[in-house]
T-cell receptor, first 116, second 116 residues
Framework: AQKITQTQPGMFVQEKEAVTLDCTYD???????LFWYKQPSSGEMIFLIY??????QNATEGRYSLNFQKARKSANLVISASQLGDSAMYFC?????????????FGQGTTLQVKP | GAGVSQSPSNKVTEKGKDVELRCDPI?????LYWYRQRLGQGLEFLIY????????KSGLPSDRFSAERTGESVSTLTIQRTQQEDSAVYLC??????????????FGQGTRLTVV
């Protein structure tokens, strides 16, 4: 069975600093995709970044990067130069690939607060 | 439509009544997901549709919950004999499902259900 674990219920970071949000996963699939979503207080789920299990390079998207360590089964999100608008809940998720079928499962989330 | 649309956005119902929640996915998206999110909590998987069939309904919490999808489009989540513990935000997401390339799940704004 697949499982996502986010061990940090809450994190604080100073504005303009970088922060790493942890995500570990468990799966017996050889091919899978990992996603990070942001959920601000408004409640919408915003897709941030994706990493495929066979991608050799770590994914990057603007200020977001994914530190993918396949052997450790971790997919940590790094946010550089934090902004006040980054304050939100962040979810790590996983789904099998490449057929992109099957349920998308989520971790419990990490609440990030950016301090001015 | 341009995005995933859910209706109603808010629903207040009396304990014991039935409710129907609707999800209109992005056109062409064959995969559709329902999640439940209690206040301050993570996303709890309910059911996954591939086309009009539901290969994974393992997350439905009881037989009071059911869902259907027609025309590989609209989906309805029905909760019968609502209980106070059903109060939550119900989120719907859709994605393309097929080989090749990234398939991001896009979320609707959710239906906030309050059972009084």
């Amino acid at each position: 069975a697949q499982k996502i674990t986010q061990t940090q219920p809450g994190m604080f970071v100073q504005e303009k600093e970088a922060v790493t949000l942890d995500c570990t996963y468990d799966t017996s699939d050889q091919s899978y995709g990992l996603f990070w979503y942001k959920q601000p207080s408004s409640g919408e789920m915003i897709f941030l970044i994706y990493q495929g299990s066979y991608d050799e390079q770590n994914a990057t998207e603007g200020r977001y990067s994914l530190n993918f360590q396949k052997a450790r089964k971790s997919a940590n999100l790094v946010i550089s130069a934090s902004q006040l608008g980054d304050s939100a809940m962040y979810f790590c998720a996983m789904r099998r690939a490449p057929s992109n079928t099957g349920k998308l499962i989520f971790g419990q989330g990490t609440t990030l607060q950016v301090k001015p | 439509g341009a995005g995933v649309s859910q209706s109603p956005s808010n629903k207040v119902t009396e304990k014991g009544k039935d409710v129907e929640l609707r999800c209109d996915p992005i056109s062409g998206h064959t995969a559709l997901y329902w999640y439940r999110q209690r206040l301050g909590q993570g996303l709890e998987f309910l059911i996954y549709f591939q086309g009009n069939s539901a290969p994974d309904k393992s997350g439905l919490p009881s037989d009071r919950f059911s869902a259907e999808r027609t025309g590989e489009s609209v989906s309805t989540l029905t909760i019968q004999r609502t209980q106070q513990e059903d109060s939550a935000v119900y989120l719907c997401a859709s994605s393309f499902a097929g080989t090749g390339g990234l398939s991001v799940a896009f979320f609707g704004q959710g239906t906030r259900l309050t059972v009084v």
